[in-house]
């Protein structure tokens, strides 16, 4: 092999979407000498889809990027034109960031960062991965270039062999009119990694000014709420303003009256597509007995009149399009200035992956992002990470970072991802974690910032204000239970907030559990509005939850016994005292721990003990 300096790196991430970005970026963070290939570099960063990042279980990812280091929540914060804190008036545990994003300003940012990050970025298309003796080597691209690495990350997100299908029409294109990567899933065919055809879709985009505002309902960002990004100082969020609509018995009239143009329920769709973020037509056939569907309207960016019709996705033909949004009161005009469609694409089984991401059956090669069956940016953007910062670790002869279900919703989304798979585009939601009181947006850095530290990834400022940050929570603690009120003191408060005054003298401590106190009417005590709101919030919350914390707590502690007991990487499952199922299961998929493999579907209770007692006897 021609390996001169010109074309020898120590690692290639491919693909500069969202896991290709945050695969780059802890790479060349972390001292590796990397190349970044993408198609077409226009598409750095781009938001193909919503003009958003965040939601309900989303935002708990892009938090715990920012706390290990990584770019997307200092992106989001860098080009938000609205804020909102999702579910603020339910538990302090399915709270959930959701910023509206100017998308060409959060693709400039983004390729700003990426070609002063160190790393060699250049457009170009991969063909083939180069494989030396079950080793990743490097890979060649559709003009003939090679490049040399030990570590590949295929990070193409839903661009192999995509499809864009409207109506009875099928383009062989990417999303948002970009090229698609024609090769690589033949390359990988021959490999030996199998491909499965995953679906999903997008809204039409409408001319801002051919719409009826005052018919719909007008969404405001928040103020006094933090940031995706614990480094990000101050940012305008409410700079923008997102509306809210409902479809009717018209518009889901013109849908049924259409159904057999729809290439889904046509038989033109054949890849699996989102159950939670099912199109238009599809809400009408699921939920026949709802007479209306809210949609949201949301602004491109400033530089364009271009809105995203959140909620209202569809495949179908562009005049049944037409005559779907034009039936909702307010759009009795719009113009639809991109047609919504839907995108099929080839992604792999995320069962062949280590939790580390890596390829099983090929040392060096990883797969981060919507190839491993995800659906989403920040879902993306932490598989990246994750990629990235393993392969670089691999390169130093550290030893892995795995990521569990109790330190993050990282844990959860990969080890869902690895142990039990998926058949349809995986999305991120709170409900997923077992233990999402512990692993709130607001605690992320707290999980996770010494971790990437360790990794190398967390720069020293932002280690910096971490320290801060635990040296204030620390005098917080002590605040709580050395500052006493009498009642006098506390009467016309707890008056205020409808709460009984106590007998006798009461700690801070005390009055922070009291049902009716929370983080905004605290502040009118005085006594914590020296510290950050984020941070006083972070202590009332676990304050006020500390018995359930506790109990969590003692969860995770009878769990981590067999998340500990790792199982010999070569070991045999051929055991007769296992059953058939169960066999085939864990020979497939290889758990590394004994607590993986009890989360295995078909892997009984019956058979962990089987296992369980062989590995003591081999220990023996």
């Known amino acids: 092999m021609n ?221 006094d709420i933090y940031f995706f990004s614990e480094m990000t100082k101050r940012a305008d969020t409410q700079k923008s303003i997102c509306h809210l609509g409902y479809t009717n018995e018209h518009t889901h009239q013109i849908i049924k009256d259409n159904l057999s143009k729809s290439p889904k329920y046509g038989g033109l769709i054949k890849g699996a597509g989102a159950r939670y973020c099912p199109s238009i037509e599809d809400k009408i056939v699921r939920f026949g007995d709802k007479d209306r569907h809210q949609f949201f309207l949301e602004p491109e960016g400033e530089g364009t009149v271009e809105v995203y019709v959140q909620g209202m996705s569809t495949a179908m033909p562009p005049d049944v399009q037409e005559q779907i949004y034009r039936s909702v009161e307010g759009l009795e005009n719009v113009e639809i200035m991109r047609d919504a469609y839907a995108i099929e694409y080839d992604c792999i089984d995320p069962l062949k992956l280590n939790p580390t991401l890596e390829y099983k059956d090929i040392s060096g090669l990883y797969f981060a992002g919507q190839i491993n069956g995800t659906s989403g940016y920040e879902e993306a953007a932490v598989q990246g990470l994750v990629a990235g910062l393993n392969a670089s670790l691999s390169l130093r002869d550290k030893p892995p970072l795995i990521f569990t279900r109790d330190n993050s919703y990282i844990g959860v989304l990969i080890d869902d991802l690895v142990t039990l798979g998926t058949d349809e585009p995986y999305r991120m939601m709170t409900g997923r974690a077992e233990y999402r009181l512990s692993l709130r947006q607001d605690n992320a850095d707290i999980r996770l910032t010494k971790i990437g530290y360790d990794a190398g990834l967390v720069c020293r400022v932002r280690y910096n204000k971490f320290k801060k940050k635990l040296k204030q929570i620390s005098e917080i603690q002590k605040l709580l239970d050395t500052t006493v009120f009498k009642p006098t003191q506390i009467a016309e408060y707890f008056e205020k907030i409808n709460e009984s005054l106590p007998q006798g003298s009461i700690t801070l401590r005390e009055i922070i559990r009291r049902s009716n106190v929370n983080e905004h009417n605290i502040s009118q005590i005085g006594t914590l509005n020296a510290y950050p709101k984020s941070t006083v919030f972070s202590v009332i919350t676990e304050v006020k939850y500390e018995g359930y914390l506790a109990r969590q707590a003692n969860q995770i502690t009878e769990t981590a016994r067999l998340e500990n007991m790792s199982i010999p990487k070569d070991w045999d499952y051929n055991m007769s005292s296992l059953r058939l199922e169960a066999r085939e299961k864990l020979s497939t998929i290889r758990p590394m721990t004994v607590g993986q493999a009890s989360r295995i579907s078909g892997v009984t209770p019956g058979d962990i003990n089987v296992l369980l007692l062989a590995i003591k006897r081999n220990e023996n």
């Open 3 to 223: 390996t001169n300096v010109n074309n020898k790196y120590d690692a290639i991430v491919i693909g500069c979407g969202h896991a290709g970005i945050e695969a780059g970026l802890a790479l060349t963070r972390t001292g590796q000498k990397t190349l970044i290939l993408g198609i077409n570099l226009d598409s750095v960063g781009y938001l193909a889809c919503n003009p958003s990042i965040g939601g309900t279980g989303k935002g708990h990812l892009v938090r715990e990027v920012d706390a290990l280091g990584g770019e997307m929540g200092r992106a989001a914060d860098a080009s938000l034109t609205q804020l909102r804190m999702l579910n603020s008036s339910k538990g302090a545990a399915v709270r959930s960031l959701r910023a509206q994003v100017d998308k060409y300003k959060y693709h400039a940012y983004m390729k700003r960062i990426l070609e002063k990050c160190g790393a060699v970025i250049k457009q170009g298309e991969v063909k083939d991965l180069l494989i030396n003796n079950g080793k990743i080597a490097g890979v060649t691209t559709v003009i003939g270039a090679i490049y040399y690495a030990s570590k590949v990350i295929v990070a193409s997100g839903v661009y192999l062999n995509s499809a864009i299908i409207i109506g009875e029409i099928i383009e062989e294109r990417g999303p948002a009119g970009f090229n698609r990567a024609n090769y690589l899933s033949k390359s990988l065919s021959r490999l030996g990694v199998k491909l499965r055809r995953f679906k999903t879709g997008t809204p039409a985009r409408v001319h801002s000014d051919t719409i009826d505002y005052s018919k719909f309902d007008i969404q405001y960002g928040e103020k």
